[in-house]
């Protein structure tokens, strides 16, 4: 802690030192004292006072840089030594080091910050910005106007908006060049968006699957609206009125556990009948349950994948959704085509997928709804479509079973294995 308080010391010393003392009286200050006009005219000068003391300490730290003060202690760089110093992380001193570098080199910005007039995440939109500007601009005051209209908009921005304002700002300080870049820049943004998202998903052995994912800006706004659509305090209030308490208020609950909740509804009401199919199928979820389990107020399902479910969330999809007997040769669906039909139909390929689960080579655990229906006895050859001359194969070893290369064996199990003949 700076203590020099001395008449011949540097006025930032002093400056430094006296805030110190200041600031400490007020540390047992009783704040209920205060009227409320003077907690919100004081909290806003005081956001004010931190943004002039961290342009203070960016351009200590600056200085600090220019002197290579971490070489006297052996310190790998300035920031290093800063970052042990003050305990700090040493990635936040890095970034804090390029920002004080940066403003050294933008003094509208940094004037800007040492009057109070914006803060540290403004300044490092702004001089981001400027520094990330095409070194092939034909007119060379074309950072400098964008640093000003920046700075102008942060009066009444915050940095985020003011970081999506930033990424078009060509387009204002020169709009001859900046919507052709922009242009250009954004259909760029966007191939990457849609070539790079992603989408993991795990179960976590309680209950739940987490995951997380990457999507273009696009697809991002779509799933909020049709999740804010869901978690809309109206749409709540309606799903209660069913309720026995009709008169209680709707809980409003923080905003991620609304938004979880919506997501599960849309999953639950997307109508698998518009979906691309899968293996054959509409890609609906297949729930297992005795009748019994079924009308009963205990007991279990199971998820064709495996996983169980309880009976209760299994009668609650059943009055939503539309009940598929997964009996064999039950009068809703045919299961047995004879030579009418080559190809398997859905109604066999969801008993296929009921009692195989996954692929029926041996060791092989490529999931039931990714597999290829195939004829034990080759149809060609006069085999028939029926569910008892069906198995199921992934794509690589349905490949297999056709390869002149390899022989297949039949198991008693149901399963198959495959030897390279000789």
Same mark, same amino acid.
Not at 112 to 140: F, Q, W, Y
Not at 189 to 214: H, I, Q, Y
Not at 305 to 321: F, H, K, Q, T
């Given at each position: 802690m700076t203590k020099d308080s001395r008449p011949t010391a540097h006025p930032v010393c002093r400056a430094v030192a006296k805030s110190h003392k200041k600031v400490a009286a007020t540390a047992e200050a009783r704040l209920w004292s205060m009227s409320d006009t003077e907690v919100s005219e004081a909290l806003v000068e005081a956001t004010r006072l931190r943004a002039r003391v961290e342009a203070l300490e960016l351009r200590l730290a600056a200085e600090a840089d220019r002197r290579a003060v971490g070489d006297k202690v052996g310190a790998t760089d300035t920031a290093s030594w800063w970052s042990h110093e003050?305990?700090?992380?040493?990635?936040?001193?890095?970034?804090?080091?390029?920002?004080?570098?940066?403003?050294?080199?933008?003094?509208?910005?940094? !004037? $800007?910050?040492?009057?109070? /007039?914006?803060?540290?995440?403004?300044?490092?939109?702004?001089? +981001?910005? =400027?520094?990330?500007? #095409?070194?092939?601009?034909?007119?060379?005051?074309?950072?400098?106007?964008?640093?000003?209209?920046l700075l102008n908009e942060a009066l009444d921005r915050d940095p985020t908006?003011?970081?999506?304002?930033?990424?078009?700002?060509?387009?204002?300080?020169?709009?001859?060049?900046?919507?052709?870049?922009?242009?250009?820049?954004?259909?760029?943004?966007?191939?990457?968006?849609?070539?790079?998202?992603?989408?993991?998903?795990?179960?976590?052995?309680?209950?739940?699957?987490?995951?997380?994912?990457?999507?273009?800006?696009?697809?991002?706004?779509?799933?909020?609206?049709?999740?804010?659509?869901? !978690? $809309?305090?109206?749409?709540? /209030?309606?799903?209660?009125?069913?309720?026995?308490?009709?008169? +209680?208020? =709707?809980?409003?609950? #923080?905003?991620?556990?609304?938004?979880?909740?919506?997501?599960?509804?849309?999953?639950?009401?997307?109508?698998?009948?518009?979906?691309?199919?899968?293996?054959?199928?509409?890609?609906?979820?297949?729930?297992?349950?005795?009748?019994?389990?079924?009308?009963?107020?205990?007991?279990?399902?199971?998820?064709?994948?495996?996983?169980?479910?309880?009976?209760?969330?299994?009668?609650?999809?059943?009055?939503?959704?539309?009940?598929?007997?997964?009996?064999?040769?039950?009068?809703?669906?045919?299961?047995?085509?004879?030579?009418?039909?080559?190809l398997f139909s859905g109604a066999q390929r969801r008993g296929l997928a009921i009692t195989h689960q996954t692929c029926t080579a041996v060791g092989c655990d490529w999931p039931a709804h990714l597999c290829h229906a195939h004829h034990d006895d080759s149809w060609l050859r006069g085999g028939k479509t029926d569910f008892a001359n069906a198995r199921l194969l992934c794509p690589r070893h349905h490949a297999r079973i056709h390869d002149p290369h390899f022989e297949t064996t039949r198991h008693p199990n149901g399963g198959v294995s495959f030897h390279r003949r000789t």
């Open positions: 003050t305990r700090q992380d040493r990635p936040a001193a890095k970034r804090r080091m390029r920002l004080a570098e940066s403003l050294d080199r933008h003094a509208p910005t940094s !004037a $800007a910050l040492a009057e109070g /007039a914006i803060s540290v995440d403004h300044a490092r939109v702004i001089t +981001e910005c =400027v520094d990330k500007l #095409p070194n092939d601009l034909a007119d060379s005051t074309i950072p400098e106007r964008a640093e000003k209209h908006s003011l970081a999506i304002l930033a990424k078009h700002v060509l387009t204002v300080v020169a709009p001859e060049i900046g919507e052709e870049r922009d242009a250009r820049a954004l259909e760029r943004e966007e191939r990457e968006a849609r070539a790079n998202a992603w989408l993991t998903m795990c179960p976590d052995g309680k209950g739940s699957v987490r995951g997380k994912f990457s999507l273009p800006t696009l697809h991002g706004e779509m799933l909020k609206k049709m999740l804010l659509a869901f !978690a $809309a305090p109206k749409h709540q /209030a309606a799903n209660k009125q069913d309720d026995q308490h009709q008169s +209680e208020v =709707v809980e409003r609950r #923080p905003s991620p556990e609304r938004m979880g909740d919506a997501f599960c509804e849309l999953l639950e009401r997307l109508p698998a009948n518009t979906l691309p199919q899968l293996g054959g199928l509409n890609a609906s979820v297949v729930v297992l349950i005795d009748y019994t389990d079924l009308t009963s107020d205990v007991g279990r399902a199971t998820l064709e994948s495996g996983e169980p479910i309880s009976a209760s969330l299994a009668r609650r999809m059943a009055c939503e959704a539309g009940l598929l007997p997964a009996v064999l040769g039950s009068r809703s669906e045919l299961l047995d085509l004879g030579r009418t039909s080559r």
